[in-house]
């Protein structure tokens, strides 16, 4: 996904539900950033595997925040 969509992502939920989109996007990024460490240093990277266990991680924390 390119940077532009994603910035149109952010534009779009932030006017369409509030500041309360920002919740679980802030929650999704720190996980994020956590699990790519945590890979790095497990196994030196990333693989197809784990990035759609991010995937679905991700989702997961979404509904769990409110989304």
């Known amino acids: 996904?390119?940077?532009r969509?994603?910035?149109i992502t952010v534009i779009l939920g932030v006017f369409l539900l509030g500041g309360f989109f920002l919740i679980p996007l802030a929650v999704i990024a720190v996980f994020?950033?956590?699990w790519s460490f945590y890979l790095k240093r497990k196994?030196?990277?990333f693989t197809g595997d784990t990035l759609g266990a991010l995937n679905e991680m991700g989702e997961v924390?979404?509904?769990l925040t409110g989304i």
């Open 1 to 3: 996904m390119c940077i």
């Open 5 to 7: 969509d994603s910035l």
């Open 32 to 34: 994020s950033l956590g």
């Open 43 to 45: 196994i030196g990277g």
């Open 61 to 63: 924390l979404a509904l």
